[in-house]
């Protein structure tokens, strides 16, 4: 399992050692063709943080080999805001005075229809984490009710086992979402003191038990800014190439979300990621896996995600929303997860899209599923 490489790597890589990195380590790096993770170390650290330029050309150059001009589009769509967690950077904490909600699955047609209507053909499904609320057997019903209307559905929820993921790709689920938030052990027992998340092996391991269930794309990452950023960062990437070996059939992606404003009042200690920070991330991230998929939200704004979008990102939300019941303005409409830092409607994200010389892709996804008889 990946715990293991985490260790080795925490003994390989003390704290001081990232501080010896250089500037000539780091033009070393930028000629090699394959990178292996002392290499990512480096792109990941203060030495590099000069070298933006030269990394981002070569990024970009990478993602155009690889993915050619082209932006998948989705959207999330929040079924439920109940949860079990304590989780200190989250509005759903269990002992946060919000509005919860949860929809009937009459409700969660209508909220496709809305989110159909605007041409998006992927969805991201995703509820708190409570297993007395949001069941399995609760999202599955979700799922087929949702199947027809979307070429893709992928789920976001808490950790699953093997048998539950493969009835919900059995339903009709295609992807799979789950951010570790950090991937330092004594950090993640902080932030989440109560709850079924601080068990941080389950977390850990529920991508590989996707993986095993048949599901055809895995997306992971770190909540950057909980930790210690360029180590978080380190993990991710490694976490990810990981996936790609132990799974080649799977399609791996790597999210890059900051903390974002919310209904509590947690201060992290780590050093905050700036704007350039997030962008050294990126670029890391694409020179270590020139085939991963990455993936930027609305949670930053406008502006950051037009000047990243050639610099790496191959997916992007749109017109996202992150209440429960809000896109087709359900009579209660639960409270948000997060703030939103870009609220432009499809329409407006399409069109800068197009005018940074991309192809935005409502539909990228070939949907076999009819033919072989799943999600039926």
């Not at 000629?31 to 990024?59: C, F, G, H, W």
């Not at 950090?182 to 850990?204: F, M, S, W």
């Amino acid at each position: 399992m990946f715990y293991e490489q985490i260790t080795e790597w925490q003994q390989r890589l003390p704290e001081s050692s990232w501080a010896s990195f250089n500037g000539a380590d780091v033009e070393r790096v930028l000629v090699r063709e394959t990178l292996r993770p002392q290499d990512l170390a480096i792109l990941l650290s203060s030495a590099a943080s000069s070298y933006l330029e030269p990394m981002a050309k070569k990024a970009q150059a990478l993602t155009i080999r690889h993915f050619g001009r082209t932006i998948s589009l989705f959207t999330p769509l929040y079924l439920a805001n109940f949860c079990s967690n304590s989780c200190l950077y989250c509005s759903f904490h269990t002992g946060n005075d919000i509005v919860r909600c949860k929809l009937t699955v009459e409700q969660v047609i209508q909220e496709g229809e809305a989110i159909s209507s605007t041409g998006l053909q992927h969805l991201l499904l995703l509820t708190g984490e409570s297993r007395t609320q949001s069941g399995p057997a609760y999202m599955e019903e979700c799922v087929r009710a949702l199947r027809p209307m979307f070429a893709s559905l992928g789920l976001e929820v808490y950790p699953l086992s093997t048998e539950e993921y493969r009835r919900l790709y059995e339903a009709g689920i295609d992807s799979v979402t789950l951010f570790q938030e950090t991937y330092d052990e004594i950090t993640y027992a902080k932030v989440h003191p109560a709850g079924p998340k601080r068990n941080y092996h389950n977390r850990l391991e529920a991508p590989d038990r996707a993986c095993e269930a048949g599901i055809s794309s895995v997306n992971i990452g770190a909540l950057l800014g909980l930790s210690d950023w360029p180590r978080d960062a380190f993990y991710s990437a490694l976490h990810a190439d990981y996936l790609q070996r132990n799974y080649p059939g799977v399609e791996v992606s790597i999210s890059v979300p900051r903390l974002r404003p919310y209904a509590g009042s947690f201060n992290s200690s780590a050093t905050p990621v700036t704007d350039a920070g997030l962008l050294q991330i990126i670029l890391a991230y694409r020179l270590f896996l020139p085939r991963a998929g990455l993936t930027l939200s609305t949670r930053e704004s406008p502006q950051m995600r037009e000047n990243l979008l050639s610099l790496g990102i191959t997916r992007m939300s749109a017109g996202a929303l992150t209440s429960v019941g809000g896109y087709s303005k359900t009579e209660n409409v639960g409270s948000a997860q997060f703030e939103i830092a870009d609220e432009r409607p499809v329409p407006d994200v399409v069109r800068m899209i197009r005018a940074k010389g991309y192809l935005p892709n409502f539909c990228d996804w070939m949907n076999m599923r009819e033919r072989n008889g799943v999600g039926q």
